[in-house]
């Protein structure tokens, strides 16, 4: 990936090419714009991956060109409001889990197509400025690409702690099955709506 430069500072968001298939591809399916009902299975997906991998917070979070939207939200408070990570709700339930693009490290691994693994954020001089950092608290970081079956990256399924941690090859390994599990149910949920 090319290190992008805007006026003498290194860009914390990547840029990223595929927003407009992405987007498209997200609307095609049904996700990423709103909540609804079936955005529960999304939380209890997010909460599975908190209590694999043993963290406060997780989210299924998928990305468009302009914002981020957390489908799925496992946070300690157990609201599953967005307003548990600091992102300001416009409301009550589900609303208020859209966050800008370069907040958080999603984005990074939508744009490589490829698992990050920051056992310690502030180890990394391109990631310890993201505002998560100092509005959230966030010190650690396990991500994997929700790659569909078209090959687009839709989104990313990510664990995050508010203390560093040695993830490891297994908390990768990890992170990585759960994404192809969530994939899977993306696909499936696919084939339901389109009855395929």
Request: aromatic share 8%.
């Amino acid at each position: 990936m090319t290190t992008p430069r805007a006026l003498g500072r290194l860009l914390l968001t990547p840029v990223d090419s595929d927003t407009d298939v992405r987007t498209q591809r997200l609307r095609r399916l049904g996700l990423g714009e709103r909540p609804d009902a079936s955005f529960d299975n999304f939380d209890a997906f997010a909460d599975r991956v908190a209590e694999v991998t043993e963290v406060p917070y997780s989210m299924v979070n998928f990305i468009d060109g302009n914002r981020q939207f957390f489908a799925g939200l496992h946070t300690p408070a157990g609201t599953w409001k967005g307003s548990d990570l600091g992102v300001a709700a416009a409301g009550s339930g589900r609303r208020g889990r859209y966050v800008a693009l370069d907040h958080g490290f999603c984005p990074h691994v939508v744009v490589r197509r490829k698992a990050l693994v920051l056992e310690d954020v502030c180890d990394y001089p391109r990631f310890a400025g993201n505002p998560v950092v100092d509005d959230i608290g966030i010190r650690s970081y396990l991500g994997a690409p929700l790659i569909d079956r078209t090959g687009i990256a839709l989104g990313a399924v990510c664990a995050v702690d508010i203390v560093p941690r040695p993830w490891g090859r297994a908390g990768l390994d990890t992170i990585k099955s759960l994404a192809r599990e969530l994939v899977g149910h993306i696909h499936q949920r696919e084939e339901n709506i389109l009855g395929i």
